[in-house]
């Protein structure tokens, strides 16, 4: 079979799958189709669903310009195996007594394996030892091992097919997100900078007391005094940014096995695939999920498996996510191994669906001197007694000779499973039980991913904010409070002793009020060295009778301030400064900090 056949027949399958799901053909018809471990998990799923009450309606279809990919096609000796996969929009809702439950319409992926015996013309090979021989000589018993098969056993099948969300999509969704929220946050900072900027200016040149208390002026002047933070705060989403990209990235190249020490050991061990391994590792884990009794998967798991079926009995889809592998050895005639691996479910409870994760860690062991069977490679399972076909959903035993499956002569069993346990006690758990289902709920790294990041959100918002705060109290109760105190300030100018009350000389020319300060003018007819006097006087007279400091003493100019508290929260100083300009002296009072006017 070609590779365009192949992929005919996944892309056909498609429909099969929704068709089936969707009870619109019967497992009989979908049989036709699948390898028998497929067909079992598909069967047990629908049959879950059926005891559940629902009716599901599952809808594929391609996006715009998408076409099936091709990820590879490999021949194991035995076996030509294609894996395919597609982006497709898929609508899938689900209903109980005609009331619908579920209902959902999003952008998915599906990924699927077609398997078919090697061979050439009508010679292929054998599934289980890959000799060579006549489709029909199989019917008798392989001329080199005696298994038997029929001929549509040899007929390519989907031996795979999983729904699930593309991750790389989601890479791609998440660094979108990242790349806009920082553009965003920068393009947001320094709009609101200028326009910051703009507004208080326009409020310093048209100052009239009480236009400076408007919510937006107050918001404004609270930005430009946490403008040096929200720089460095930039500098810190694009940080956090990084990093989370980071993590994108390192999850993105993640593939659904990881590619370990101990993956690699397993790769060089003569007739072990990995991919194969997991590819039947998964029917079977679908199967203890959908379970109903215990003789649907005891063939395959020495466990007491009848405490996990009753944990599983809420669920109505699953599927594999991600397998690692953890350990590998043989001991006493057994090879072992040890695997993490991560299930996306859905499960109904009180007719709402909930989606969760569930990381599970299982023992397989098989024979050290048998080569697995490659079940997932054919149709049926026979009898080695007779020759008729078993069913393994009812423990593996013949319906004509009674003859039982030893399932361990040819290929691996479950000995330990461990669902949602804590990573710091499944040592200890596993000193004392085979099976132990925990508490522990599985986070997607997806959903991580988007928790960091609304998390780093957040913590910047915070940040600036009481980082601003704590840095400018007293400018931003200021502003808050604005009209009180500048009516408090402008008050306490006023009830100071002005210089014409200390020289008669000097006329009042003009008067300026500005925000928390005032400007008097004064006209006057002699001389500089007089006016001088005269603003030396002033000064000493405020130092001696008011409290003030001399802080500044030039050539035409003298200032003086004293500490002023505006209430329990805020304090500033008052600074008067006296400047002679030719026939003007010009007196300021300002409140500012103590610093604002030393030179």
């Known amino acids: 079979m070609s590779d365009n056949e192949m992929l005919g027949k996944i892309e056909d399958f498609t429909k099969t799958y929704s068709d089936f ?20 998990s598909m069967y047990l799923s629908k049959k ?18 998408n076409r099936i990919n091709t990820i590879s096609v490999v021949n194991d000796g035995k076996n030509i195996i294609g894996t395919y996969k597609d982006n497709i929009i898929e609508e899938k809702s689900f209903k109980k007594d005609g009331r619908t439950i579920y209902d959902h319409k999003g952008k998915k992926m599906w990924i699927g394996n077609v398997i078919k015996a090697r061979g ?37 099948k989907v031996s795979s097919f999983v729904v699930s969300d593309d991750e790389k999509r989601k890479v791609q969704n998440i660094s979108t997100r990242c790349s806009l929220g920082a553009i965003i946050a920068g393009i947001v900072m320094i709009i609101a900078m200028v326009v910051s900027f703009i507004v208080v200016i326009i409020n310093q040149v048209n100052y009239k007391p009480g236009n400076y208390n408007t919510n937006a002026t107050i918001i404004f002047a609270s930005l430009i005094t946490g403008f040096p933070i929200f720089i460095k705060v930039f500098i810190g989403l694009i940080i956090v940014f990084v990093l989370i990209a980071v993590v994108v990235n390192k999850i993105r190249k993640n593939e659904v096995i990881e590619k370990n020490e101990v993956y690699y050991r397993l790769k060089n061990i003569n007739g072990f695939v990995p991919e194969k391994f997991i590819q039947n590792l998964e029917y079977k884990l679908r199967n203890i999920h959908f379970a109903e009794n215990v003789e649907e998967v005891s063939a395959f798991a020495s466990v007491p498996v009848d405490k996990i079926i009753e944990k ?31 299930m996306q479910i859905s499960k109904m409870i009180n007719n709402k669906i909930h989606e969760e994760g569930e990381k599970i860690v299982i023992y397989l062991s098989k024979k050290s001197d048998i080569t697995e069977k490659d079940f997932g490679a054919i149709r049926l399972i026979s ?14 035993v013949c319906e004509y000779c009674s003859t039982r499956l030893n399932y361990a002569d040819y290929d691996w069993i479950i000995d330990r499973y461990y669902s949602n346990t804590e990573d710091n006690t499944l040592s200890e758990i596993e000193e004392h039980t085979e099976v132990y289902i925990g508490n522990k709920k599985y986070i997607d790294p997806f959903k991580k991913l988007r928790l960091q990041m609304i998390s780093a959100y957040l913590i910047c918002i915070i940040f600036v904010v009481g980082f601003t705060f704590i840095r400018n109290r007293e400018g931003l109760i200021l502003m808050a409070n604005s009209d009180k105190y500048l009516n408090q300030v402008a008050g306490d100018i006023t009830d100071l002793p002005k210089i014409t009350d200390i020289v008669s000389d000097l006329e009042l020319a003009k008067e300026k009020e500005e925000i928390l300060g005032r400007t008097y003018t004064y006209k006057y007819d002699g001389d500089t060295e007089s006016a001088l006097s005269y603003a030396l006087n002033y000064s000493s007279y405020m130092v001696e009778n008011y409290g003030y400091t001399l802080r500044y003493n030039n050539n035409d100019e003298i200032r003086v301030s004293k500490k002023y508290r505006y209430d329990k929260y805020l304090d500033g100083y008052m600074w008067i400064s006296i400047k002679v300009d030719g026939n003007k002296v010009i007196v300021k009072y300002v409140l500012e900090d103590e610093n604002s006017y030393d030179e």
Do not use: H
């Not at 799901?21 to 049989?31: H, N, W, Y």
């Not at 292929?124 to 392989?142: E, F, K, L, Q, W």
């Not at 009898?383 to 593996?396: A, D, R, V």
């Open 21 to 40: 799901m969707s009870g619109k053909i019967d497992d009989e018809q979908l049989a036709k189709d699948t390898t028998q471990p497929f067909w079992q």
């Open 383 to 396: 009898c080695g007694n007779c020759g008729s076909s078993i069913n393994i959903l009812n423990g593996g």
């Open 48 to 65: 879950r669903l059926n005891n559940k009450g629902l009716d599901v309606d599952i809808r594929f279809s391609e996006e715009k310009g």
């Open 312 to 342: 599983y009995q809420d669920i109505i889809e699953c599927s594999l996510y991600k397998v690692k592998f953890e350990d590998y050895k043989s001991v006493q005639g057994k090879d072992i191994i040890k695997l993490s691996c991560i």
């Open 120 to 156: 050439e013309n009508n010679m292929v090979a054998c599934p289980n030892c890959g000799n060579m021989g006549d489709i029909s000589s199989y019917i008798n018993g392989c001329d080199y091992c005696n298994s038997r098969f029929q001929v549509e056993d040899f007929e390519e």
